[in-house]
Structure formats: structure tokens, C-alpha cells
């Protein structure tokens, strides 16, 4: 059977089939058993994972809706947000946001949570005005944002059907430049959190957890000209001069050194065209209330010399609240907390996962759906105020349990059968 992308979970499942219509969907689903769906595989846990078939819906054509009028389009579901992005530029417009990796397809990235950065900027699953999936019964339903289920339905796990197509809110095309700074330290990171995340339109914080630097900070700054200048300093540390990126491995990352350069080859951190990120990698997440980020960060900060030997890096960004009911973002601006891990000492990194999780239980953090954690039902029903309210919306769909899996009754999205 096939792995996930990073190689760290081996699938399960008897039977894959690839799908490059509704109709192969439909079909998947008209005989008996379980069903997934299966996209760009970049969760790094068991959750597309099934008893039964899992169905890739990677193989639909490329083919986009435009909707000027409205200004969104709507796309299939198992398309990479890079590809979309090429198209969508060429005509003039653009994704509000994008990932750290342009790979990724946007049903599994809007169903997870998944989400690039910036103070203003909601997680990408916020930019769906409408999907379409096949539901348990082998039809195919549409709900829009505004309908009663809307909430429930985006950031879904696959948990009710699967989707097929989404239709997405855009803005006009836009141009961005990306710095990087050093020598910010902890100190002033954590007094002036609030002037570092704000410093451009998306800022990430690459750390090892060493002192007293946080590390690299790097911010992406919307231009209206190319010749916009951008400040030296940004709290106790100095603008870089460098064009490429000493924490991504060879050639891999979007072009740095100040350079203008349009929305798609500024937002992500990774060509499309490369290998992304490290590759042979385990990757956890956590959300928590941005007004306690600087607590929190300090509680971790107290792990750093048990967490360092593990970890690649450390990513800190930040995401506007949400309203929809599974989001990690829901309810509140959030502060996020991401570890890259080195993938050959994965018990060692499970021992590691826990001790963050105990540091940041005071905080109410929430996990990235699709990366390692230990979170149970109790302890997401702790976190997540409308958890339980997804959870009979899910049942309400799919009353024999069809989308279920046991990843999905371990964490309480799925009751158990």
C-alpha cells in the first residue's frame, strides 16, 4: 500500500480507486463497506485512512469556474493549490492566502484546517463560499455558505461524504516582496509580539528554541510598487540581505531576498516546481488564544533542550478567527506553534509531543487536525465548543457510519461503532 507524502504512515486500506469523475465517486460509493477519500497525502496520521476504499479524488481534470461577477471560482477538490494558482493569476486573480506548501490539495487543506499566516488572514478553509460532495447515499449535495450546516460541513475530515468540488472567495491579483531578519531576541519577541506578527501582510518565526535569538523571522510584505522600501530593523534585530533561505534545504524555497514577485511565488514558502520541505519529516501543530502567545511560548521555551535534538524547526504564525465549528482558528485570533521533526526517532518525538501537550494544556490549545498529537475525545471536547455539535451533524448524514474510521471515533468527530 502507498504512503503519505512525508513516508511516515503506510495506509491500510484494501482497496484504492482512482476517481477522475463525480460519476467514479458515485460509483465508489454504491456498493457497500466504508469509504475515504484520499487526496495529495499530507496528513501524517491514520485520519484518510479506512477499513474499506479509499478513494483518490487527485485524478480530476484541471478545470476551473470563474465567476468574475462574484469573484470567486470553483474548483474541483483534489486540485493542488499551485496549479490553481497559475490559472488563477494568468486571469488576474488571487487566493487570499496559501500554505507553506503549494502541493497540497484544497478539499483535503480546507477539511483539516490547514493555513498560511498573517494577523489578518483566517485559515484557508475560510475561503469557502460553497462545496459539493457525494454523501452516503450516492448523491450529490450542496451547501452554501449561510445554510445550516455550512460550519459543520468545511472543516468536515471527510466525515460525512466526499467532496468534489469547492467554490472559493478571491481578491485581484497582488504582488508581495520577502525579508528575512535575525537577531530578534526572545525578550523583544515576547514583550512585542503584537509588532512582530503585524510586521507584513504574513509573518512566520523560524526557531530552534535556541537563546537568545528566536532564529529567522520572515515576512512577506504586500507592495503596491515595486520600489516600496521596507524598515532595516524590526524590534531588536536587522534585515538580511541573503536570497536564499538558510533553513530550507537546497533550492527549494520562494524567492527571499526582497525581491517583488506576484502573490503565488511570494505566499507559499516552497516552489511547486520542488521537493517541499524536508520531506522524510513528522509535523505537530497547535492553535492557541493569540492574547496568551507569549505565555505560551514561554511554556514551551522551559522543553527547549529535550525538543532540539528532534526537531528541524520550529514555525510560529498567526490566523484570524473563524466561525467555523472544527477550525482551530474558531472563535479567536490564534497564535499557531508548528514542530517539524526529524522523522528517524519517532517514539522519541511521540515523548516529545506529550510534554508540549502538557505545557499547553493551560492555554486551550487546539491540534491541526491532520498532524500528530495525542488529543482523545475528551480532551478536543475540552477545547473545541462545538465539537459535539459537528459530531450530530456527521450522524445526522451518515446514520451507518460509511465516512467513519477509527482515527475519527478516537478523537470524538465519529461515534464510536
Do not use: C
Not at 31 to 38: H, I, Q
Not at 107 to 132: E, Q
Not at 161 to 169: A, C, F, K, Q
Amino acid at each position: 500500500m502507498p504512503r503519505n507524502w512525508a513516508g511516515n504512515y503506510e495506509y491500510t486500506a484494501p482497496r484504492i480507486v482512482t476517481a477522475s469523475t463525480v460519476d467514479d465517486v458515485r460509483r465508489a460509493l454504491a456498493g457497500p463497506g466504508r469509504v475515504r477519500a484520499l487526496g495529495t497525502r499530507h496528513s501524517f496520521t491514520d485520519l484518510p485512512d479506512t477499513t474499506g476504499t479509499l478513494v483518490d479524488v487527485t485524478g480530476f481534470a484541471p478545470e476551473f469556474e470563474l465567476d468574475e461577477a462574484t469573484g470567486t471560482v470553483t474548483v474541483p477538490a483534489g486540485i493542488r493549490y499551485g496549479v490553481l494558482a497559475v490559472w488563477l493569476h494568468e486571469r488576474g486573480w488571487a487566493l487570499r492566502n496559501m500554505g507553506s506548501l503549494p502541493h497540497i490539495n484544497v478539499g483535503g487543506a480546507t477539511a483539516t484546517g490547514t493555513h498560511g499566516s498573517g494577523d489578518a488572514n483566517p485559515v484557508l478553509s475560510a475561503s469557502v463560499r460553497a462545496l459539493r460532495y457525494v454523501g452516503a447515499d450516492a448523491e450529490v449535495h450542496e451547501v452554501r455558505r449561510g445554510d445550516p450546516d455550512f460550519d459543520a460541513l468545511v472543516v468536515g475530515l471527510g466525515a460525512y461524504g466526499i467532496v468534489v468540488s469547492l467554490t472559493l472567495d478571491l481578491v485581484p491579483a497582488f504582488r508581495l516582496r520577502q525579508d528575512l531578519y535575525t537577531g530578534v531576541s526572545w525578550d523583544a519577541a515576547l514583550a512585542g509580539y503584537d509588532e512582530l506578527t503585524a510586521a507584513g501582510y504574513s509573518v512566520s518565526v523560524f526557531s530552534r528554541w535556541e537563546e537568545p535569538s528566536v532564529g529567522f523571522v520572515w515576512v512577506k510584505t504586500r507592495l503596491d510598487a515595486d520600489d516600496d522600501a521596507v524598515p532595516d530593523t524590526l524590534l531588536d534585530g536587522i534585515r538580511t540581505h541573503g536570497e536564499v533561505s538558510p533553513f530550507v534545504q537546497g533550492d527549494n524555497a520562494t524567492e527571499i531576498g526582497g525581491v517583488p514577485g506576484p502573490w503565488l511565488l511570494r505566499l507559499p514558502h516552497f516552489r511547486l516546481d520542488a521537493q517541499p520541505s524536508l520531506g522524510d519529516e513528522i509535523q505537530t501543530e497547535y492553535f492557541v488564544d493569540r492574547g496568551v502567545a507569549p505565555a505560551a511560548l514561554d511554556a514551551v521555551r522551559a522543553l527547549a533542550d529535550g525538543i532540539r535534538p528532534l526537531l528541524f524547526w520550529t514555525e510560529l504564525r498567526t490566523a484570524a478567527a473563524d466561525g467555523l465549528w472544527l477550525s482551530p482558528a474558531y472563535g479567536r485570533d490564534s497564535a499557531i506553534i508548528h514542530f517539524t521533526w526529524y522523522a528517524d526517532r519517532p517514539d522519541d518525538v511521540v515523548a516529545a509531543v506529550a510534554r508540549i501537550e502538557a505545557a499547553l494544556e493551560p492555554f486551550g490549545a487546539r491540534p491541526h487536525w491532520g498532524k500528530v498529537h495525542g488529543f482523545d475525545r475528551a480532551a478536543l471536547e475540552r477545547v473545541h465548543p462545538r465539537l459535539a455539535d459537528a459530531r450530530a451533524v456527521f450522524e445526522r448524514l451518515d446514520p451507518e457510519g460509511r465516512f467513519t474510521n477509527a482515527h475519527l471515533e478516537r478523537v470524538g468527530v465519529r461515534e464510536p461503532r
